[in-house]
């Protein structure tokens, strides 16, 4: 029987950016297609967009758009830095979180027809389960990274993991299906890099992997046209994969055929963004600029950012650097001020900013080249604007993702595992210079691509519509 009210789809992600920006996404686009929507943020985080940006008056023109809050399991004057939220899934506070979950889908109204939640959240699946509501997991890191999580207990028990040695770090994975040619062990997500298979993390990461194919549903924020031969092994394991991405350009393409080019697109972001970047780059010509960013998470030694300075200010390009407050741990206890003090006095090079609107500045002509910590939405943002990427992964996915950057689409360089000023020179020069026109053209193809995707009959588009029809028939 067809219900007289829109299906009503609760979303719960990770609260740390990288997973709350491609969930937004997707619960915009639902909400574009007429669904009522709760978001789920955590206290904390809700307050930062609250405060950075114009999130409610933004989803007021969505009726039935609705914020709620949910603990993240830790005390509220936690000080949420550095990796803070892997404390999350410590057992009490897990156990906070699910039952504060359990009693919101008790109670609310109308009732959940569908959850769709970060795929890192294994408990929100027991929950569904004893209240019988529909679930779909979420992954927001690469295809790449799941495949390979999946398959850790493989590795260990192949022998290739844990890795005995740096003398093996260079050596071609086998056990992983479809990812024979192209990975090396050094180019599994960083976790598999530790010595003990037993290691909290790496059983973490695992658990959750193999928790999630038991969801109704696995989205993942690809294109069949950027990893399909991934997705076809991922298939054989969790049939039913939503491939819809990137979805920051799935999303411009509905909102586009909806409402124009006019639309004042929502940046989800947990700082205040430097708009001022964008009047420096106005002034700049096409392709000349690096922008170099590491997203929410990395954070680096003083050691490091010096290098990577150096490396810049030598090099042939001028650059845009984003240096997060608190990002730089010095072991002196001085943190990053001196230095941004000090590198802000070359502003002819070089121009430093604390947060960028990202996606403005990787979209603006001006930029040529994105020196990146490969976090996924990073890496796709940069794909979806056709900029060639210099990858210097931190941790997680970062390290696989690099590798698909440089040898599977082969439009950047990949500097894992080296910090060195001659290095970065050399390969911001190769793809800002010397090999410009072969990354750029390799760049625009791909960007090509994912245009195809995103656009009326594109394999993102239309995977995009069948999740529609299928959280509809989920809730009848
Ligand atoms: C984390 C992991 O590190 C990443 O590998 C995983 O895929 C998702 O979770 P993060 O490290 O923050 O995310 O990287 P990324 O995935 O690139 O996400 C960062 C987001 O913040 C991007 O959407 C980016 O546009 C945005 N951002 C970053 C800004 O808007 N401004 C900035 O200055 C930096």
Not at 290 to 308: D, H, K, V
Not at 377 to 390: C, D, F, K, Y
Request: glycine share 6%; proline share 5%.
């Amino acid at each position: 029987m067809e219900k007289d009210r829109s299906s009503h789809v609760l979303f719960f992600p990770v609260p740390s950016q990288g997973h709350m920006n491609p969930m937004i996404k997707l619960a915009e686009l639902l909400a574009l297609s007429g669904f009522r929507i709760t978001f789920l943020n955590s206290h904390h985080n809700h307050e930062r967009l609250l405060k950075f940006t114009n999130m409610a008056a933004h989803f007021e023109r969505y009726p039935g758009f609705e914020f709620d809050t949910i603990t993240d399991g830790l005390p509220r004057d936690h000080p949420r830095t550095g990796h803070w939220f892997l404390e999350m899934y410590e057992e009490a506070p897990e156990m906070k979180t699910k039952h504060s979950l359990r009693d919101m889908l008790v109670n609310i109204s109308p009732p959940v027809d569908c959850l769709i939640v970060d795929a890192f959240l294994g408990f929100a699946l027991d929950v569904a389960g004893e209240l019988g509501i529909p679930i779909i997991c979420f992954r927001t890191s690469s295809p790449c990274c799941f495949w390979t999580s999946y398959y850790i207990p493989d590795m260990i028990q192949a022998g290739e993991l844990p890795i005995n040695g740096s003398e093996y770090m260079d050596r071609l994975i086998t056990t992983v299906p479809g990812m024979e040619t192209h990975f090396r062990c050094r180019d599994l997500p960083s976790y598999c890099r530790a010595p003990d298979m037993e290691d909290a993390f790496v059983k973490l990461v695992v658990k959750q992997t193999r928790k999630c194919v038991q969801a109704n549903a696995l989205i993942l924020n690809t294109a069949e046209e950027l990893d399909g031969p991934i997705l076809s092994q991922i298939r054989t394991r969790c049939p039913n994969v939503y491939a819809i991405g990137p979805i920051n350009a799935l999303l411009k393409s509905r909102v586009n055929a909806k409402h124009g080019q006019s639309y004042d697109h929502f940046s989800n972001t947990l700082w205040q963004e430097d708009k001022s970047c964008i009047s420096w780059l106005d002034k700049q010509p096409d392709r000349s600029v690096t922008y170099a960013c590491f997203g929410s998470i990395t954070s680096m030694s003083r050691e490091q950012l010096i290098e990577l300075w150096y490396g810049l200010v030598n090099s042939k390009s001028k650059f845009l650097l984003v240096v997060r407050p608190n990002s730089v741990i010095g072991e002196d206890g001085e943190g990053e001020d001196d230095l941004k003090a000090h590198f802000n006095k070359n502003k002819d090079q070089g121009y430093i900013i604390d947060w960028a609107p990202q996606e403005a500045v990787l979209n603006h002509p001006a930029i040529g080249g994105f020196l990146t910590h490969s976090g996924w939405n990073s890496t796709l943002e940069g794909v979806a604007a056709g900029v060639p990427m210099i990858c210097w992964p931190y941790f997680a996915d970062q390290q696989v993702n690099s590798r698909v950057v440089s040898e599977v689409w082969k439009i950047g360089l990949d500097m894992k595992d080296v910090c060195d000023r001659k290095i970065l020179e050399k390969m911001v020069n190769d793809v800002m210079v010397d090999r410009k026109e072969e990354f750029a053209k390799a760049a625009a193809e791909m960007a090509k691509l994912t245009y195809q995707s995103v656009s009326v009959g594109g394999s993102s588009y239309c995977n995009l519509d069948r999740l529609i029809e299928d959280i509809k028939e989920m809730s009848l």
